[in-house]
C-alpha cells in the first residue's frame, strides 16, 4: 500500500535562511510526487510535481524539491525563506502502479518563518 | 478561468442529521476528488469520480457516499451525521484520473456537528 510520511509537524527557520521540509514516500510502483501549500481557511494549493526526469524540480514561488529514488524520499527546498512562507504543507504521492491512481497525502508540516 | 466551487463554505448540523456538499469542477476536467481534513488525521481520502462513476473509494463507513452529474459536477453526503464527521470537506478538480498534473482544491466547506 502507498504511504507519504512528514516527520516533522513543524518547522521553524529565520527569514532568508534556507528551508527544508522533508517527505518519504512509499509505494509498488512509480509514483506521481506533489507538493502543496495551504494557508488558513484555504483550500490546498499546488506547488510542483516530479513526473520523471530530472531529479530536481522547480516550482511555485521559489520553490524547489529534489527527487531521491534510492532514500524514497522527495524534500521541499527554498534557498532564502520569506515570512510570507508560513503556512501549512502536504507531500502527496500517486501510484501509478496500483488500480486508480489515488492520491494519499501526508500528515503535514507546519513553518514558521521568523522576520 | 474559474476555479472549484465548493458550496456551502461552512455548515451546522445536528448529530443524526444528514448533509450534502456540492464541488464544481474547473470547465474540462472530468476527475473530481473528496477529502476529509481534520487537525488529527490530516486529509483521508474519500473517494474519486469520473465520468459518472466512482474510481476509488476510501476507508470510510458507508454513511459516505456521492456522485457526479454530466457535468462533472459532484455531490457528497453524510447521513445520520456523528460529532466526528466535524472536519473541512475538501474537493479536488483534475483533468482525468491517474493525471499527472496536479490537483486543483476548492476552498472547502467547513462542517460543524453539534
Known amino acids: 500500500a502507498q504511504s507519504v510520511a512528514q516527520p516533522e509537524d513543524q518547522v521553524n527557520v529565520a527569514e532568508g535562511n534556507p528551508l527544508t521540509v522533508k517527505c518519504t514516500y512509499s509505494v509498488s510502483g512509480n509514483p506521481y510526487l506533489f507538493w502543496y501549500v495551504q494557508y488558513p481557511n484555504r483550500g490546498l494549493q499546488f506547488l510542483l510535481k516530479?513526473?520523471?526526469?530530472?531529479?530536481l524540480v522547480k516550482g511555485s514561488y521559489g520553490f524547489e524539491a529534489e527527487f531521491n529514488k534510492s532514500q524514497t524520499s522527495f524534500h521541499l527546498k527554498k534557498p532564502s525563506a520569506l515570512v510570507s512562507d508560513s503556512a501549512l504543507y502536504f507531500c502527496?504521492?500517486?501510484?501509478?502502479?496500483?488500480?486508480?491512481?489515488?492520491?494519499?497525502f501526508g500528515a503535514g508540516t507546519r513553518l514558521f518563518v521568523k522576520a | 478561468k474559474a476555479g472549484v466551487t465548493q458550496t456551502p463554505r461552512y455548515l451546522i448540523k445536528t448529530r443524526g442529521q444528514q448533509v450534502t456538499l456540492s464541488c464544481s469542477p474547473i470547465?474540462?476536467?472530468?476527475?473530481v476528488s473528496w477529502y476529509q481534513q481534520t487537525p488529527g488525521q490530516g486529509l483521508q481520502f474519500l473517494f474519486e469520480?469520473?465520468?459518472?462513476?466512482?474510481?476509488n473509494k476510501g476507508n470510510f463507513p458507508g454513511r459516505f457516499s456521492g456522485r457526479q452529474f454530466s457535468n462533472s459536477r459532484s455531490e457528497m453526503n453524510v447521513s445520520t451525521l456523528e460529532l466526528g464527521d466535524s472536519a473541512l470537506y475538501l474537493c479536488?478538480?483534475?483533468?482525468?484520473?491517474?493525471?499527472?498534473?496536479?490537483?486543483?482544491f476548492g476552498s472547502g466547506t467547513r462542517l460543524t456537528v453539534v
Open positions: 516530479y513526473i520523471t526526469g530530472d531529479n
Open positions: 479536488a478538480s483534475s483533468l482525468e484520473v491517474g493525471s499527472s498534473n496536479g490537483y486543483t
Open positions: 470547465s474540462g476536467h472530468r476527475s
Open positions: 502527496a504521492v500517486r501510484d501509478l502502479n496500483t488500480g486508480g491512481f489515488k492520491t494519499i
Open positions: 469520480y469520473f465520468s459518472e462513476t466512482q474510481r
